[in-house]
């Protein structure tokens, strides 16, 4: 599928060419997001998405945990870069996890997920769905978090849900960037992709 803009080959000022320079060493391409949205606005990419990387640096959720819950939002809402970018990270960062991304959908009752986990997504996909929780989906993620872990965990709702809707609204899709890995030679990523 085309993006509803063209993606831009050349960018101008040095900044952003480092950022492609980069992108396209670490995908084997220039992310279309960066090539659609960023490059059109690089001054609002550079200052929000480097707070965005600035603020998730400072969690203090496991992992598995950011992984679980930003591929949940991504998925709820239907953004195909978000979900093929988390399967990536998971896949060169933290493997382990692939099973339960695999499972994602079945969270309620997979035996892979602990009960914290459940809690969060269970939060994460009310809020997403509805807009809204209940107090008796905030009371079960009480149970397995602190005040600083919700407020983690709703930040990684909202900062995932910019994403998802740039995405989206540009019709920006895959880029397949789990294949490229294999592709590379990364051998286990090969075994696990897709």
Request: proline share 5%; hydrophobic share 40%.
């Amino acid at each position: 599928m085309a993006t509803y803009l063209a993606p831009i080959e050349k960018p101008r000022g040095l900044l952003l060419k480092l950022v492609y320079y980069f992108t396209r060493r670490m995908f084997g391409t220039v992310s279309t997001p960066i090539a659609v949205f960023s490059a059109r606005m690089p001054r609002a990419f550079l200052m929000f998405y480097g707070k965005v990387s600035s603020l998730d640096k400072k969690l203090t959720l496991p992992r598995q945990t950011v992984i679980l819950v930003r591929e949940r939002v991504a998925s709820i809402n239907g953004c195909l870069y978000c979900m093929d970018a988390s399967r990536w990270y998971a896949l060169t960062k933290s493997p382990d996890v692939l099973p339960k991304l695999d499972a994602l959908a079945e969270y309620v009752t997979s035996p892979l997920f602990t009960p914290a986990e459940r809690a969060a997504l269970g939060y994460v996909s009310e809020l997403v769905e509805h807009r809204s929780v209940s107090p008796a989906t905030f009371a079960e993620l009480s149970r397995h978090y602190s005040e600083r872990e919700i407020c983690d965990i709703v930040w990684l709702v909202a900062s995932e849900h910019v994403y998802n809707m740039t995405n989206i609204g540009l019709g920006i899709g895959s880029d397949g960037l789990c294949e490229r890995q294999a592709a590379r030679g990364d051998t286990s990523v090969a075994a696990t992709a897709g």
